[in-house]
């Protein structure tokens, strides 16, 4: 009978390593295209994005065929959404806007089952042909909090003492916007908030996570970042923008 399946984005985490997971993917075709090229995770986007009960058991099962965990944005911290997403395949479940440590032990217990929460007992797809895989099934999962507004920060001492949450995500674009600069995720205060926040993350012994680019990952490394997710979009436009230019220069 075969194992059940190892979280290598969770283990590599636990073992102190900076991690990256590219963001906003939407179909399975992506995740066949990104697959191959060693990202730790593809955060799969159901907050934002159109995906479908049925598309999303397809794009975690090309996760599984290219070794990369397959974490998912689910649109609230809702326990029968986290239920349904973890049994379609999903090894992590991104919720958002935890703002309270009440929130951050809803999250957790709606995605682990018992004793540690009461996550539905139905294993779906990860469970097939996998022996007693309830008992195992918790160490695989993951749970990401995102810290999206002021009140978030304000909570966060507390929300840090929630067992079983493996990542806390500070959102820079959403915190700008209940900070009043809205669309201005480097304002200053922003900024200095978002810095703040990660310090007191990784003080406490709890893994950091926060949106990434070309230009700062090397300074959030060095923070203690471990959970980098990045997006694709920025390297697309570059490398357009490089190439028509220079079918532009050729065609004057």
Same mark, same amino acid.
């Given at each position: 009978?075969?194992?059940?399946?190892?979280?290598?984005?969770?283990?590599?985490?636990?073992?102190?390593?900076?991690?990256?997971?590219?963001?906003?993917?939407?179909?399975?075709?992506?995740?066949?295209?990104?697959? +191959? %090229? #060693?990202?730790? *995770?593809?955060?799969?986007?159901?907050?934002?994005? !159109? @995906? /479908?009960?049925?598309?999303? =058991?397809?794009?975690?099962?090309?996760?599984?065929?290219?070794?990369?965990?397959?974490?998912?944005?689910?649109?609230?911290?809702?326990?029968?959404?986290?239920?349904?997403?973890?049994?379609?395949?999903?090894?992590?479940?991104?919720?958002?806007?935890?703002?309270?440590?009440?929130?951050?032990?809803?999250?957790?217990?709606?995605?682990?089952?018992? +004793? %540690? #929460?009461?996550? *539905?007992?139905?294993?779906?797809?990860?469970?097939? !042909? @996998? /022996?007693?895989?309830?008992? =195992?099934?918790?160490?695989?999962?993951?749970?990401?909090?995102?810290?999206?507004?002021?009140?978030?920060?304000?909570?966060?001492?507390?929300?840090?003492?929630?067992?079983?949450?493996?990542?806390?995500?500070?959102?820079?674009?959403?915190?700008?916007?209940?900070?009043?600069?809205?669309?201005?995720?480097?304002?200053?205060?922003?900024?200095?908030?978002?810095? #703040?926040?990660?310090?007191?993350?990784?003080?406490?012994?709890?893994?950091?996570? /926060?949106?990434?680019?070309?230009?700062?990952?090397?300074?959030?490394?060095?923070?203690?970042?471990?959970?980098?997710?990045?997006?694709?979009?920025?390297?697309?436009?570059?490398?357009?923008?490089?190439?028509?230019?220079?079918?532009?220069?050729?065609?004057?």
């Amino acid at each position: 009978m075969p194992s059940i399946r190892k979280n290598n984005l969770k283990e590599k985490l636990a073992s102190g390593q900076p991690t990256v997971t590219i963001s906003g993917v939407l179909s399975s075709e992506m995740v066949d295209f990104l697959g +191959p %090229l #060693g990202f730790d *995770g593809i955060w799969l986007e159901c907050e934002h994005g !159109g @995906v /479908t009960w049925e598309q999303l =058991g397809d794009m975690t099962r090309a996760c599984d065929l290219w070794g990369v965990t397959p974490i998912t944005r689910v649109n609230a911290n809702e326990p029968w959404l986290i239920t349904r997403t973890l049994d379609r395949g999903s090894m992590g479940i991104v919720t958002p806007h935890i703002n309270t440590r009440a929130e951050a032990e809803k999250a957790a217990q709606s995605s682990k089952y018992a +004793p %540690l #929460g009461y996550r *539905g007992m139905f294993g779906g797809r990860q469970s097939y !042909g @996998v /022996t007693d895989y309830f008992h =195992g099934a918790n160490d695989q999962s993951m749970v990401i909090v995102l810290l999206e507004e002021v009140e978030a920060l304000q909570n966060l001492d507390e929300i840090l003492k929630v067992d079983d949450i493996d990542v806390f995500f500070v959102a820079p674009t959403d915190l700008a916007q209940t900070m009043g600069h809205l669309g201005n995720p480097g304002h200053p205060e922003v900024q200095a908030a978002i810095d #703040g926040a990660l310090a007191r993350i990784v003080e406490s012994g709890r893994t950091a996570g /926060t949106l990434v680019n070309d230009a700062n990952v090397e300074d959030y490394i060095g923070k203690g970042v471990n959970f980098l997710m990045t997006s694709f979009n920025a390297w697309i436009v570059r490398g357009a923008n490089e190439f028509l230019g220079k079918v532009s220069a050729e065609g004057r």
